[in-house]
């Protein structure tokens, strides 16, 4: 078992900047994919980001360029920079772990983009 737990959402402008976290506890494995997806309401999940423990990195269009993605050295905590931030980013955002068919989410963080 997984346990995800997710911080760092709020309010924010249009234009501005917020960071998530996400810390993994519990039965860790090695090889594992993390990442971010998010709920708009009356909208599916979707991709935001992933990023494998060796390194390689998948973005949705829609964050190409301005979320970047990332782990810590220990393969127990994924970021998420989000920058630029639009009011259609407004979701809940999900922490996601991923390990052959196991596969973990986290409670979700709320972001609001608005003035």
């Known amino acids: 078992q997984v346990q995800l737990a997710e911080s760092g959402g709020g309010l924010v402008q249009p234009g501005g900047s917020l960071r998530l976290s996400c810390a993994a506890s519990?039965?860790?494995?090695?090889?594992?994919?993390m990442g971010w997806y998010r709920q708009a309401p009356g909208k599916e999940r979707e991709l935001v980001a992933t990023i494998h423990s060796v390194g390689k990195i998948t973005y949705a269009d829609s964050a190409l360029g301005r979320f970047t993605i990332s782990r810590d050295n220990a393969n127990t905590a994924v970021y998420l920079q989000m920058d630029s931030l639009k009011p259609e980013d407004t979701a809940v955002y999900y922490c996601?772990?991923?390990?052959?068919?196991?596969?973990?989410w986290g409670q979700g963080t709320q972001v609001t983009v608005s003035s």
């Open positions: 996601n772990y991923r390990h052959g068919l196991l596969d973990f």
């Open positions: 519990g039965r860790l494995l090695s090889l594992s994919i």
